[in-house]
């Protein structure tokens, strides 16, 4: 069983910065990543890294967001800059462990104008 808590949402001006952060507890994870969730839209894979360092990304966030591991502390960052409008989103982290997926409780980004 692995449990994932996630901080380092908010409030922010467009172009502005913020870093999500998933810390994993229980068991070591695997793959890890965010997906987010906009206002009436389905949610949508933002970045996800594997074991290994691989990372992939969304194309409406390459080059302005970074997924990294922290293998101390059995989780990850993602580090958000240039943020848009249109990033505002409920921002979920997701594990996999043993062939399994896990979902943090979700952080609310908002970019305003």
């Known amino acids: 069983q692995v449990q994932l808590v996630e901080s380092g949402g908010g409030l922010v001006q467009a172009g502005g910065s913020l870093r999500l952060s998933c810390a994993a507890s229980g068991s070591r994870i695997n793959a890890m990543g965010w997906y987010r969730q906009a206002p009436g839209k389905q949610r949508e894979l933002v970045a996800g890294i594997s074991s290994g360092g691989t990372a992939t990304y969304a194309d409406s966030v390459k080059g302005r967001f970074t997924i990294s591991r922290d293998n101390a502390k059995n989780g990850g960052y993602l580090q958000m800059n240039s943020l848009k409008l249109e990033d505002t989103g409920v921002y979920y982290c997701?594990?996999?462990?043993?062939?399994?997926?896990?979902w943090g409780q979700g952080t609310q980004v908002t970019v305003s104008s």
């Open positions: 997701y594990a996999v462990c043993d062939y399994q997926t896990y």
